[in-house]
C-alpha cells in the first residue's frame, strides 16, 4: 500500500517533464490560466449545472494536448471524490422544492445543488492536478515567486512538497521492517501502531536536524534558487488571453441554450 502511494505521487511529479506544447508553456501562463478557470467555475450558483457543462472543454484540450494519461487523473478525482460527495450529500434532504423537470421526472432544488457542487469539484480538482502533470510543483512555487509571493511562504511550500517523500520513505522502511517481525496477526494492534508513529515522529525529527544543519553548511540564507530560467513569450501570452476570453464568453453567454437552439433548427 504504501510503495503505491509513494511511486503515484511520484509519477504525478515525472508526468512534468514531457515535452509537449502544454508543458513549454510559462508555469505563470498555466498558473494564471488555472486559477482564472477554478474562480470562474466556483463563482457559479449554487443551482446552475447546463452552465458549467462548456467548462468541460478546457480539462479535455489539456488532457489532448499535454498526453497526460486520463485514467490516471480521474483515479486520483475519484479518491478524493468522497469529501466532496460527504458535503453535499445532505442537500437533496435539505431542499426538497421541485424546481424543474427533466423527460417527465421532476427535480427538486437539492439534487441540482449537488450535481453543481459535484461538477464544480470534478472541474476544479482535475484542472489543479493537470497544472502539477504539465508544470511540477517546484515549477508552480517558482511561478508564485516569480509573481511577488514571500519568499518564507514559497520556501514552506517547496519543503512541505520535497520532504513528504522523504516522510513516506521513512514510514515504508517502519512497515517493511513490522511485517518481517510479525507472523499472523502479531503487530497489526493499536498499540504497535502507536509505537510506529512515535519511532517515525523521532526519525523525523533527527532527520529534519541534520537535513538543516547541512542547507547552513552550503550557504542557505532563506531563498531557494532554481536553474531553470522561464521568460514569457508570445504563445504564453496568448494561451492566457484565449483561455481567459473562453472564460468569459462561457460565464457571461449561455452557451448551451444557443447550442441546443442552433441543434434545433438544423435538424428542424
Known amino acids: 500500500m504504501f510503495d503505491n502511494a509513494y511511486f503515484n505521487i511520484g509519477y504525478l511529479d515525472t508526468l512534468s517533464y514531457r515535452d509537449t506544447i502544454i508543458h513549454r508553456l510559462d508555469p505563470r501562463a498555466k498558473l494564471i490560466a488555472t486559477l482564472a478557470f477554478i474562480i470562474t467555475v466556483v463563482s457559479f450558483p449554487k443551482h446552475e449545472f447546463a452552465g458549467l457543462l462548456p467548462f468541460l472543454l478546457f480539462p479535455v484540450l489539456l488532457f489532448s494536448l499535454s498526453d497526460v494519461p486520463v485514467k490516471f487523473i480521474l483515479k486520483k478525482v475519484l479518491l ?43 472541474l476544479t480538482i482535475v484542472s489543479a492536478l493537470l497544472l502539477i502533470a504539465t508544470t511540477s510543483f517546484p515549477g508552480v512555487c517558482h511561478a508564485l515567486q516569480k509573481m511577488g509571493m514571500p519568499e518564507l511562504f514559497i520556501s514552506q511550500l517547496l519543503f512541505l512538497y520535497r520532504y513528504i517523500f522523504v516522510l513516506v520513505e521513512e514510514a515504508m522502511k517502519i512497515v517493511r521492517a513490522r511485517d518481517m517481525r510479525s507472523f499472523g496477526k502479531k503487530g497489526l494492534g493499536i498499540k504497535p501502531a502507536i509505537s510506529l508513529f512515535g519511532s517515525l515522529f523521532l526519525r523525523t525529527v533527527e532527520r529534519a536536524e541534520r537535513v538543516y544543519q547541512a542547507m547552513l553548511s552550503r550557504g542557505f540564507t532563506g531563498r531557494l534558487n532554481t536553474s531553470r530560467t522561464y521568460s514569457l513569450t508570445i504563445s504564453d501570452v496568448l494561451f492566457v488571453c484565449l483561455t481567459i476570453m473562453f472564460l468569459y464568453l462561457f460565464r457571461t453567454y449561455d452557451v448551451v441554450s444557443t447550442v441546443g437552439r442552433v441543434s434545433m433548427r438544423l435538424l428542424g
Do not use: E, Y
Request: glycine share 10%; proline share 2%.
Open 80 to 122: 478524493v471524490s468522497s469529501f466532496a460527495v460527504c458535503i453535499g450529500i445532505f442537500n437533496p434532504l435539505l431542499d426538497r422544492q421541485i424546481t424543474t423537470s427533466f423527460f417527465g421526472f421532476s427535480v427538486s432544488g437539492g439534487w441540482i445543488s449537488f450535481f453543481s457542487l459535484m461538477l464544480k469539484f470534478f
